[in-house]
């Protein structure tokens, strides 16, 4: 499974971005999803969650209200819609697959900034 991020970039506190990941190669066996982000100087953290059918979601406290993830599975991509950004939102954010029998694959990253 190979993922692919895409949608970052440079905007505004009060802006909206929508991020993509998008899987190719076994995407029959991805199961669960989800959204990572990584601000410098620390750790990864979780953002957002979803089940391989789309119908159960999680999210972190700090972007609950304002991030909504989703998944459309005849594109193999998951997205995720981030409305009224803040300065703390700025990190590099990561995709992870979780394929059958629990292995994780992760894509390369794309850079959000957020400036006040």
């Known amino acids: 499974v190979q993922l692919v991020e895409s949608g970052g970039g440079l905007v505004q506190a009060g802006s909206s971005l929508r991020l993509a990941c998008a899987a190719s190669g076994s995407t029959s066996s991805i199961n669960a999803m989800g959204w990572y982000r990584q601000a410098p100087g620390k750790q990864r953290e979780v953002v957002a969650g979803i089940t391989s059918g789309g119908g159960k979601t999680n999210y972190a406290d700090s972007v609950k209200g304002r991030f909504t993830i989703s998944r459309d599975n005849d594109k193999n991509t998951m997205y995720l819609q981030m409305n009224s950004l803040k300065p703390e939102d700025t990190a590099v954010y990561y995709c992870?697959?979780?394929?059958?029998?629990?292995?994780?694959?992760w894509g390369q990253g794309t850079q959000v900034t957020v400036s006040s």
């Open positions: 992870r697959a979780v394929v059958a029998g629990g292995r994780n694959y």
